[in-house]
């Protein structure tokens, strides 16, 4: 039964060891969007980014990987992830089909700003949609994030850590 | 005060209580919107006083069928066209049809009424306890009402043990929260921790809430209505593994009512504390947990000779809990439940505080 001081009295817990306390943090997750590249010539060319990722998050199979994706291979992860895992998936930037019509005075989608508020914008999707726990267990964004290149035609599934 | 003037103002209604000076107000807020000063009485006590009627036409002849008045308790459901049901209805007659030629004073007495629920006013149902004097007319009834309140007491409950548990998403986040009692009265302190086992999710901060959940009727016709009564930031900042983090949250602050378990069979009122973290991307992670909470006595009945700092174990005019009234556990608010071995209840904690 309580009563008096010790009612109120702060509930003693564990000690943290200097090792929890100090050990480098077990959230780690960096993932950069850069160095945008446009490859080809005149109709055929297309701009692809650098996807640079940094974490110690154990269901990450490595720590660190670098792969290069276009803005379509962005889409497919979205619909792969809206489709398999239970999340409200954030947007992409636009597909800005209107910069894409004939006869503009500029270089459309290749022009340097558009690009890059299509890589900030993008690196924002991927940090967002990278951190969320129910994501990260889905294998379509593990091959989105690590493998050289993307298999469409893997089988969707789960990621089961040991 | 609910005041209700029949037609033709030949006559005015007062009811007096008695020890008027003594008793308790309490303020409540009205179906006007405004607060009003309402007389509280207990469990048991008996409701008693004067019936003025004061004549308009001094000197003129008043006829009437009767005078009575009534001790009323009402459970009133909004959504379901004003439906009201009265536990309680004691009437006593005041007058019997005849004159009246001048002003009128009728004592009334109810004795040791039970009042076994406590007054509410709720977002969809309330509960209130008034007294109602009718004047029988040919045309047209007189009435008046006067609202009271009450409050239900009860003494401290045998089996307060804490709340502990592990919660979590696996490989994510495991934490182990611990609440000092699963039953906390109105001006009691919520004393607990958070202890992180595992974090691998970018925390930027905690908070825990006082949620009320007002649930009325049952089956297809539920009404479930939420309120976040407080709000309390606990940890600003990013935790890591082994960090605890204490909780002391102030009752007495928070305009708080008792838990109430399927009241007159018609609703129900239950706290609970929600734990929320919340990570870098606004993501939130919650943990609700059922406490119960109850009234206690302010003062304490002594009985001669009895030791002064011994607790009462029984009050009159309280009620004792039951051993039925425990707190639920359900699974973890998480997107995957916890399959820890780690996952205790309170019942087989050996080693709470």
Request: charge should be neutral; include cysteine.
């Amino acid at each position: 039964m309580a009563s008096g001081a010790s009612a109120t009295q702060r509930i003693p817990s564990k000690r943290q060891t200097l090792d929890e306390a100090y050990a480098p943090p077990a959230n780690f997750l960096e993932i950069e969007v850069i160095n945008p590249i446009t490859h080809g010539v005149g109709k055929m060319r297309y701009t692809d980014y650098e996807i640079r990722m940094r974490s110690n998050l154990p269901v990450f199979k490595q720590k660190e990987s670098s792969v290069r994706r276009r803005y379509s291979d962005f889409e497919w992860v979205r619909a792969e992830l809206e489709r398999d895992s239970k999340i409200v998936v954030p947007t992409l930037p636009g597909k800005s089909l209107k910069r894409q019509l004939p006869f503009r005075s500029d270089d459309g989608i290749f022009e340097e700003e558009f690009i890059e508020n299509r890589r900030k914008a993008l690196e924002l999707f991927i940090n967002k949609v990278a951190g969320h726990p129910l994501a990260q267990n889905e294998r379509s964004l593990h091959i989105f994030l690590q493998e050289t290149t993307i298999d469409k035609n893997y089988v969707p599934g789960k990621i089961r850590t040991a | 005060m609910a005041m209700l003037f029949g037609f033709g103002q030949s006559a005015e209604i007062q009811i007096r209580l008695s020890n008027e000076d003594t008793r308790k107000i309490v303020k409540a807020r009205g179906d006007d919107g405004n607060m009003h000063d309402h007389f509280l009485y207990y469990d048991g006590e008996s409701v008693a006083g004067v019936v003025l009627v004061n004549l308009k036409k001094a000197n003129h002849k008043f006829e009437h069928q009767g005078i009575r008045i009534e001790f009323i308790g009402q459970i009133e459901v909004y959504y379901d066209r004003g439906n009201q049901q009265d536990f309680i209805s004691l009437t006593r007659e005041l007058a019997r049809p005849g004159d009246l030629t001048q002003n009128a004073q009728f004592p009334f007495e109810f004795n040791n009424v039970e009042k076994p629920f406590e007054t509410y006013m709720g977002t969809n149902v309330k509960l209130r306890y008034f007294l109602r004097v009718t004047v029988i007319r040919r045309l047209t009834d007189l009435t008046k009402e006067l609202d009271l309140v009450v409050h239900a007491l009860s003494s401290y409950p045998d089996n307060d043990k804490s709340i502990k548990m592990e919660v979590g998403i696996e490989d994510c986040l495991h934490i182990e929260f611990e609440y000092n009692k699963n039953k906390y009265h109105l001006q009691d302190v919520i004393v607990g921790k958070i202890y992180f086992l595992l974090v691998r999710i970018k925390i930027k901060y905690m908070e825990i809430a006082i949620l009320k959940t007002e649930i009325v009727g049952s089956g297809p016709n539920t009404f479930k209505e939420s309120e976040t009564v407080a709000k309390f930031e606990i940890m600003d900042g990013a935790p890591v593994r082994g960090e605890s983090i204490p909780i002391r949250l102030f009752l007495a602050g928070y305009d708080l009512a008792p838990s109430m378990r399927d009241v007159g069979k018609k609703f129900s009122v239950k706290y609970f504390l929600n734990l929320v973290l919340i990570d870098e991307e606004d993501r939130r992670y919650f943990k609700q947990q059922e406490v119960t909470l109850w009234r206690k006595a302010d003062k304490v009945m002594r009985h001669p000779g009895s030791q002064d700092d011994e607790m009462p174990t029984s009050i009159p005019g309280t009620q004792k809990f039951n051993a039925q009234s425990v707190v639920e556990h359900p699974k973890p608010e998480s997107p995957r439940s916890d399959p820890k071995s780690g996952s205790t209840s309170p019942d087989d904690n050996s080693d709470s505080s």
